[in-house]
DNA sequence: TCTTTTTCATACCGATTCAATAGGAATATG
DNA sequence: CATATTCCTATTGAATCGGTATGAAAAAGA
């Protein structure tokens, strides 16, 4: 019941697209860097969110990735979905999912209910949402020290 | 972010016991052949339960297991943390989790609200709630046939 | 045209977890 | 003592996780 790295990454790696200059296209180098994960397996992540359009790439020098839409326009449900596949809690609630004892069984309920507080929550928050406690959690650092 | 076979296969297993003559102890057989779960499959994730106490245990011919409680006390996150691990979305939600990014990282919100959100299900629905939307299934299943 | 910097594609790998199966020991009943 | 049950531990095949590694393709600049 957990959360892969995959999906983690995904997370962070758009945010930090979404924060960055986005006059110019943002390398996988300077993620790295910042969220300290490796470049290569930033590569295969963001493919994954390049074939699916939510990003635009650049070859060459001075290339790079940026976002193709609005932070407002990606939740954290897409993101997720789209790196870890559906976060269902069992495969019988899944979109055309079906299930032999679907008649008699009734821990479904529970799956279901679980299924969704689970979107509940990641389909209402955006990256825009995540920019925004950043700079707030960013200026309280500031604050601090 | 799937619950196993084990965390799924427990709660239908607590469920059959709890729906069982209680004036006798239930055999695995029984359960298996109910549930259609493996009896030695069976055996290793009751084993689980009994030695947290969940169930009683009784050897020999006529033996078997019945619930140590009234169902109300088995809450769902109970059965499903024993038999999974934490239920967290990631590690640095969990009790005693820490994370090294902490500081900065904002993503951490999104999985507390996600924790939050899994925790509220499954701790607010216990065995007497399955026992009551089962019976009102089979009365429903009556109605129809 | 050559070098460099970037993305893009694919293969590979070790470790761990999943979902069981298997074999047999221990214990109680009658 | 035979039988029915729980109890204990090992094994296994397959899949998934969390990456590395290698190198091709493309674009920019000198």
């Known amino acids: 019941m957990k959360i892969s790295t995959k999906g983690r990454y995904a997370l962070r790696l758009m945010l930090d697209l979404a924060m960055s200059d986005s006059s110019r296209p943002t390398h996988i180098k300077e993620i790295s860097a910042r969220q300290d994960i490796s ?39 897409m993101i997720l979905r789209l790196t870890e596949g559906s976060l269902a809690p069992v495969a019988c609630v899944e979109d055309g999912g079906i299930c032999p004892r679907d008649e008699q069984c009734v821990t479904v309920e529970v799956w279901k209910r679980l299924n ?5 929550v990641v389909d ?12 707030e959690k960013n200026q309280n650092l500031d604050y601090i020290i």
């Open 39 to 77: 470049v290569k397996y930033l590569e295969q992540i963001i493919a994954i969110l390049n074939k699916a359009g939510f990003v635009r790439s650049t070859r060459g020098p001075q290339g790079g990735y940026s976002l193709r839409w609005d932070p407002e326009e990606y939740t954290v449900g």
């Open 116 to 120: 969704d507080a689970i979107n509940g």
């Open 124 to 135: 209402h928050i955006t990256l825009a949402d995540l920019i925004h406690w950043q700079e």
